[in-house]
Each structure stands twice: as C-alpha cells, then as structure tokens.
C-alpha cells in the first residue's frame, strides 16, 4: 500500500462521516465564492459601466454614500468643462425605479448635447439629433426582457415613452438601463436642475501623471466634489465596501465552521485509532510520517470539500445575478483572483483543522496505545 493511498482508506472507514465533513466544507467555501463573487461582481460592474461609456472620472459630493442620493446643481457642468485638461463633461442623474411589471430598472438621464449619447452601440433603432422628450433608449437585456422594439410605448413612473433605439453594452447595468433626456427624467423625480453625478473626459487620461495633476486642480476649484477615476470609483463607493466588508465577515464565519468539521472529524478519527498509531510508531514511522499522514487526511477532507464547493458556490453565483432584483447589478466574478482565494481557504481549511489532531497522533506512545481500549 502507498502512503499516498492510507489517508483515502482512513477516510473510508466511516464514510457517512467524511462525506458530512466534506459537504460542510463544501457549503463554507460555496458561501465564500457566492459571497465574495457577488461582491467583486458589483464592483466589476460599476467599473465596467463607466469605462464602455468613455468616462475617465466621476464628480459626487464631498462626503457622499450612496451616489444615487447625491444631489449637484447642473450648472456645475459648464465650470467643469472649462478647466485645464479636461475635454468634456457631463451631467447625469440616475436612479432605481420600478417599471409597471415590476421590475427594477436604472433610469439614467442624459443631457441632449452630452457626449454620452455618442458612446452608445445602437443594435437597433436610431438617436435623433433632437432627443424628443418622450423618447428612451434601452439597453439590449432590458429591452429583451420586456419585448421592447424601436417604436414600441412603455411606462416609466406614469410617463409613457417611445423606445427609440437599443443599444448592445458590454457590461450587465447598462445592459438593463433605460435612458431619457435629462429634463424628462428631472421632471418625473422631481428633481429640477439637479443631477447625481458629474461625468468627465480627459484629454489626456492614459498618462497617470497628467490625470493626477487635473485631479488636483479639480479638487482645489470645487471642494465640495470628490473626483475619482473610473477604473477605481468601486473603491471609492462606501456602500460597496460595506457590502465587500459584509461579505468577508459572513464568509469568515462560514469558514470557521467548516474549520471545526475537519477538526471534529479528524479528532474523532484519531481518538478511534490510538491503537494503530501506537503500531505504526513500534514499526518505526517517524513522527514527521504520522504527522504528515493526518494532516493529508485534512486536505483531502478540504480538496474534496472545495471542488464541489466551487461547483455549488458558481451555481448559486449565477442564478443570483438573474435574480429579479438584483439582475442588471452583478456580473459574476469567478475569474483566476477568486479560484487562488478558494485554494488558499482550502489549505487553510486542511492544515488548521488537523493540526491539533496530528499533533495528539505524534505524542501517542506505543507502550500506552497497546494498552487503549
């Protein structure tokens, strides 16, 4: 018999056990995937959002939370645009609206003359050169979704609109975003002259230096905005690193327990066995060899445990980007970042949760063993 081979015929020694022990593990480390997956999946698509729409950097209000409850004057636009090395601005008001199926959606409001519109990958459809009041361009999912083509009428807060193109995004809020002019959607929130977030284009936004240099020239002509470049306004958005805190609080507590089934398992295991160790140690294995025995019991208890966690955990990862209210805000995160975090939950699970087992292994005497009932 190989070494190797010893630990799996160990473990299958009571086999209703170790499978227990490994679905525990299975479901901790399925928590952490759906858990931290949905987190970066938020961030992923925030980011994602500004970058197919050509925006360097965002303008909120100093001391912000939620950027869809910001409130700036409009007029803000102009004075942004003047400045030093940026090439355009724009303003935009967002928010969360339920349509009449009940669906919720984020309707933006664009300026007619905003260069956002020019950003926009028309699938079907056309923009007029005046945007009518009543018009709305639809992302392709949102449009899919509710069977909406180029002149079809739907309601949005009591106001029915025309849908006068779709558009194919790349990332999933744009995808399920509705956008009207920027006055209509002032009216129907009623939120005259205010917007929620001031979007800007640099003239030079690929050198770091340079983009930090307008940043600080931003910063000292308006102090009452805060400026952050799109490739790290995920960072920089409290609610989203609440929900990054709050998802790495609940999955450290889901790990834990899945730490103390491999330690519970592996305890009770080498409790039933003193006897065989007292052997293997008159046999002449070294301590390191019995030690290292128990401790490979743990990981594969964990390997087996996270394989068929990271199946359930990207499972449950997608399905819950499709859920109802939460589709449109997450794009599932499962890229390489995410699979070494789970390799490395896994060797956390393996050789904490059998150390203090192996360690009881090793101090097992050979001449008290014989004598264990």
């Known amino acids: 018999m190989r070494f190797v081979t010893i630990p799996a015929r160990n473990l299958s020694r009571r086999p209703v056990r170790s499978l227990l022990t490994a679905l525990g593990v299975a479901l901790a480390v399925a928590g952490f995937v759906v858990l931290t997956g949905f987190s970066q999946g938020m961030e992923r ?21 939620e950027i869809l409850t910001a409130s ?58 005046a945007m009518p009041s009543d018009a709305a361009v639809l992302g392709q999912g949102l449009a899919g979704a509710l069977r909406l083509r180029p002149g ?33 959607l002032q009216r129907l929130l009623n939120r005259p002259g205010k917007v929620t977030v001031l979007d800007l284009r640099l003239l030079q936004p690929g050198d770091p230096v340079r983009v930090k240099a307008v940043q600080a020239r931003l910063a000292a002509a308006f102090p009452d905005l805060t400026f952050t470049e799109a490739r790290s306004v995920a960072d920089s958005n409290d609610i989203l690193r609440l929900i990054r805190a709050m998802a ?37 294995w ?25 199946v359930l955990g990207i499972g449950g990862l997608r399905w819950l980007a499709q ?36 360690a009881r292994a090793v101090r097992v005497q050979p001449v008290d063993a014989l004598k264990y009932e």
């Open 45 to 65: 698509a925030w980011t994602t959002s500004l970058i197919e729409r050509d925006v360097h950097m965002t303008a909120v209000p100093r001391g912000t939370v």
């Open 72 to 129: 700036i004057d409009e007029s803000v636009t102009a004075r942004l645009a003047a400045v030093d090395g940026v090439r355009d601005a724009s303003a935009e008001l967002a928010d969360m609206v339920m349509l009449p199926s009940g669906q919720p959606v984020l309707a933006v409001g664009w300026p007619p003359e905003s260069f956002l519109w020019g950003t926009l990958r028309l699938s079907a459809g056309r923009l007029p050169a």
């Open 152 to 184: 079809d009428t739907f309601g949005l807060l009591g106001m029915p609109l025309t849908v006068g193109a779709v558009f194919r995004p790349s990332g999933v809020i744009n995808n399920n975003m509705v956008i009207v002019p920027l006055p209509t």
């Open 248 to 284: 790495w609080g609940i999955s450290l507590i889901a790990l834990a327990m899945g730490l103390f089934a491999v330690l519970n398992t592996l305890l009770m295991s080498v409790t039933e066995r003193v006897r065989e160790f007292g052997v293997l140690s008159a046999l002449g």
């Open 286 to 310: 070294s301590p390191g060899r019995v030690l290292a025995m128990v401790m490979l019991e743990g990981l594969v208890l964990s390997v087996a445990g996270s394989a068929a966690g990271i």
């Open 323 to 358: 859920a109802p209210m939460l589709r449109g805000l997450v794009e599932p995160e499962t890229g390489a970042r995410l699979l070494l975090e789970v390799a490395a939950v896994t060797l956390v699970l393996g050789v904490a949760g059998s150390v203090y087992p192996a």
